[in-house]
């Protein structure tokens, strides 16, 4: 008997420190393990640091945290709760290792989000400071499919840095609209799906988030494109 067909991937374009893709990511992840149904992704940076040439701000990232976590509290999500000083400054370590982690002799598609899943859950869940190598090994000692060993050793030699760039420049392009971006077979491209949010004001200036509804149902919608191998209407 032949072995079921991979299923068809679903590419994100995200931060890793957006919480907007955070919520994407689990609602879609959450959805498919409900329904028993296989999914793929295939993790692409949207480094908003590199964009914005700062850290991205821990004044914009809370707010959103705590908006969004008032619609979804199932994510157990909360503010920072560690040491101030560990708040991570970056998240381009840890974007690289999910890179990295593609490689099948690590973890391929599925090691990657495992390990995509586990870092978000650690900085939005554990407030982990998932800058540093050791958190991240630390992580992907808790997946299935990677090999943390062979992750560690890819990591030494720089693995996953240059795809990061790589994906940074495309990203500039038109056709990625933000973090997070979902494509599909068959058509589906949607950017921030679910969420209907607008600021207050500038951020910098006291303005807040506001999350005036969200959506899940179109995680259901695109898991059916998926299984079905239909095209899509119009997003």
């Excluded at 630390?138 to 090999?147: L, N, R, W």
Aim: proline residues 9%; aromatic residues 8%.
């Amino acid at each position: 008997m032949s072995a079921a067909p991979e299923p068809r991937p679903v590419t994100v374009w995200s931060d890793l420190g957006c919480p907007w893709a955070t919520l994407a990511l689990h609602t879609l992840r959450t959805a498919a393990r409900e329904r028993e149904q296989d999914l793929l992704i295939d993790h692409r940076a949207f480094p908003l640091e590199l964009f914005n040439h700062q850290p991205t701000p821990k004044f914009i990232v809370e707010p959103e945290i705590v908006v969004i976590s008032g619609h979804r509290p199932d994510l157990g999500w909360r503010p920072w709760a560690g040491r101030e000083y560990d708040y991570p400054s970056t998240m381009l370590p840890a974007m690289e290792a999910v890179q990295a982690a593609k490689d099948p002799s690590v973890g391929g598609l599925r090691g990657s989000d495992e390990l995509d899943a586990g870092l978000r859950h650690a900085f939005y869940v554990e407030s982990r400071c998932v800058s540093i190598p050791s958190e991240i090994l630390d992580v992907a000692a808790g997946c299935e499919h990677v090999d943390e060993e062979a992750l560690a050793r890819a990591l030494e030699r720089g693995a996953g840095r240059a795809e990061i760039y790589a994906q940074f420049r495309v990203a500039q392009g038109p056709g990625i609209q933000g973090s997070p971006h979902l494509f599909a077979p068959g058509g589906y491209a949607v950017h921030n799906p679910g969420a209907h949010v607008r600021w207050t004001g500038d951020p910098g200036e006291g303005g807040m988030p506001r999350l005036d509804r969200y959506d899940p149902s179109w995680a259901e919608e695109l898991l059916d494109l998926l299984a079905e191998g239909r095209q899509p209407a119009d997003a």
